[in-house]
């Protein structure tokens, strides 16, 4: 007999003596260490979210108004069907794969965000007898643990070019070229998470064709639709394997592109050789969400479906999220001209070419830390920036702590 911590007598081993502490996840330990900076100048550069010129994260105008209309007409918290709330898949699904599209073979099942449109679409791999999911060399922190979670092994090939800043594409196809019948691999369909160096169109149909003829599953993490090249263009990968394979698997994000974060909207878009493989995929995805999660979401998906449904609606969300992807240009265009005015000439005119949020800067650890202690500028140990904290009032001071570690 012993005595617990509250001076109880209890006999043998508690449940959870033997847990000892995790370290911080590697990405929301930045966020928490920039709180604790006492410095009034401290700028986050690791955050995973959009921002304005005024450090903010807002609410975007059209989902602003579908809220207020849904509040306005709600009468019940009831559960929705476990599918998806009313008009969001057929929503998704048309904004993903256009107008006149045979929907037939695609199927879209609402999921608790993007990670949880990850998380099933890697159950319903397992349930289909995949042996691996592979993905890129770097990828996002969470895929591996995450996707893992499944019980599939996660096997990784190169895919970033760190002195070229661009895709190592004859190592990623030479990766891919070795997966066979029972391999997923990853895709990820623009803004390239974390280094923001995308697939050319051209490199794109090469994958397809390799995926045609080795038979793997090509599995598409769509984080970050409409802040590449825009909506449309953005769309090409999904198009594209739609025409030519008879299968694939989509994770679909909300969270960026229509500012839902915490809301925690996404899909899981699932395309089969035909309508009846596609409601076969369906039950198995509904079932894995229903023993992970019960049922997803409504709030989110409600919204979502109420701007894709409302013309009006709709144009705004498009033009205010154009406007927000030219910001993010505008913002790696500033940091490379500033850059260049402090010494660092060529030295980030790799961002110039990349899309997204992030991109990867030519620094190690060390350096990070260095950014982080004498100039009070946080992001990822792996030297991953989101360029949406880069603004007219910053970039400069930012350019001059770069040049800083870099050149000293």
Same mark, same amino acid.
């Given at each position: 007999?012993?005595?617990?911590?509250?001076?109880?007598?209890?006999?043998?081993?508690?449940?959870?003596?033997?847990?000892?502490?995790?370290?911080?996840?590697?990405?929301?330990?930045?966020?928490?260490?920039?709180?604790?900076?006492?410095?009034?100048?401290?700028?986050?550069?690791?955050?995973?979210?959009?921002?304005?010129?005024?450090?903010?994260?807002?609410?975007?105008?059209?989902? =602003?108004? @579908? #809220? /207020?209309?849904? $509040?306005?007409?709600? +009468?019940?918290?009831?559960?929705? !069907?476990?599918?998806? %709330?009313? *008009?969001?898949?057929?929503?998704?699904?048309?904004?993903?794969?256009?107008?006149?599209?045979?929907?037939?073979?695609?199927?879209?099942?609402?999921?608790?965000?993007?990670?949880?449109?990850?998380?099933?679409?890697?159950?319903?791999?397992?349930? =289909?007898? @995949? #042996? /691996?999911?592979? $993905?890129?060399?770097? +990828?996002?922190?969470?895929?591996? !643990?995450?996707?893992? %979670?499944? *019980?599939?092994?996660?096997?990784?090939?190169?895919?970033?070019?760190?002195?070229?800043?661009?895709?190592?594409?004859?190592?990623?196809?030479?990766?891919?070229?070795?997966?066979?019948?029972?391999?997923?691999?990853?895709?990820?369909?623009?803004?390239?998470?974390?280094?923001?160096?995308?697939?050319?169109?051209?490199?794109?149909?090469?994958?397809?064709?390799?995926?045609? %003829?080795?038979?793997?599953?090509?599995?598409?993490?769509?984080?970050?639709?409409?802040?590449?090249?825009?909506?449309?263009?953005?769309?090409?990968?999904?198009?594209?394997?739609?025409?030519?394979?008879?299968?694939?698997?989509?994770?679909?994000?909300?969270?960026?592109?229509?500012?839902?974060?915490?809301?925690?909207?996404?899909?899981?878009?699932?395309?089969?050789?035909?309508?009846? %493989?596609?409601?076969?995929?369906?039950?198995?995805?509904?079932?894995?969400?229903?023993?992970?999660?019960?049922?997803?979401?409504?709030?989110?998906?409600?919204?979502?479906?109420?701007?894709?449904?409302?013309?009006?609606?709709?144009?705004?969300?498009?033009?205010?999220?154009?406007?927000?992807?030219?910001?993010?240009?505008?913002?790696?265009?500033?940091?490379?001209?500033?850059?260049?005015?402090?010494?660092?000439?060529?030295?980030?005119?790799?961002?110039?070419?990349?899309?997204?949020?992030?991109?990867?800067?030519?620094?190690?650890?060390?350096?990070?830390?260095?950014?982080?202690?004498?100039?009070?500028?946080?992001?990822?140990?792996?030297?991953?920036?989101?360029?949406?904290?880069?603004?007219?009032?910053?970039?400069?001071?930012?350019?001059?702590?770069?040049?800083?570690?870099?050149?000293?």
């Amino acid at each position: 007999m012993r005595e617990d911590a509250c001076g109880r007598r209890v006999k043998g081993s508690l449940m959870f003596a033997g847990l000892t502490a995790l370290p911080p996840d590697s990405l929301l330990g930045v966020t928490a260490r920039f709180r604790a900076d006492p410095r009034p100048d401290k700028i986050d550069l690791g955050v995973g979210v959009f921002r304005d010129r005024q450090g903010r994260t807002p609410v975007m105008r059209a989902v =602003a108004e @579908a #809220q /207020a209309r849904l $509040v306005a007409t709600e +009468t019940t918290k009831v559960y929705l !069907p476990p599918e998806s %709330a009313p *008009g969001f898949a057929d929503a998704i699904r048309a904004l993903i794969f256009g107008a006149g599209f045979d929907d037939s073979r695609v199927a879209v099942v609402q999921t608790p965000g993007g990670s949880g449109a990850l998380r099933v679409a890697a159950e319903l791999l397992k349930r =289909a007898s @995949a #042996q /691996a999911i592979v $993905v890129p060399a770097p +990828t996002w922190a969470n895929h591996e !643990p995450l996707l893992g %979670a499944s *019980g599939l092994a996660i096997r990784s090939i190169p895919y970033y070019d760190a002195r070229t800043g661009g895709v190592d594409f004859a190592a990623f196809y030479a990766g891919a070229e070795k997966l066979g019948p029972r391999d997923a691999l990853l895709i990820h369909a623009g803004c390239h998470n974390p280094s923001g160096a995308d697939l050319s169109r051209e490199e794109i149909d090469a994958i397809i064709d390799l995926a045609a %003829a080795k038979k793997f599953l090509p599995f598409v993490d769509c984080a970050y639709h409409g802040f590449a090249e825009g909506l449309e263009a953005d769309s090409y990968i999904a198009r594209a394997m739609a025409r030519r394979l008879p299968e694939f698997l989509i994770a679909y994000s909300c969270s960026k592109n229509f500012g839902l974060y915490r809301e925690r909207t996404g899909a899981v878009v699932m395309i089969g050789a035909d309508e009846t %493989a596609a409601r076969a995929m369906t039950t198995h995805a509904v079932n894995a969400g229903r023993q992970m999660y019960s049922m997803p979401p409504a709030h989110g998906a409600l919204l979502v479906a109420e701007v894709l449904g409302d013309r009006a609606l709709e144009q705004d969300w498009r033009m205010e999220l154009e406007t927000m992807r030219l910001a993010i240009k505008r913002s790696r265009t500033m940091l490379v001209e500033a850059a260049r005015a402090h010494q660092l000439c060529g030295r980030l005119d790799h961002l110039l070419n990349q899309n997204g949020m992030f991109s990867l800067l030519p620094i190690d650890e060390a350096q990070v830390a260095a950014l982080r202690e004498r100039h009070a500028l946080h992001l990822v140990n792996s030297g991953r920036i989101n360029l949406c904290a880069v603004n007219e009032d910053n970039a400069g001071r930012i350019a001059e702590a770069l040049s800083d570690v870099m050149r000293g």
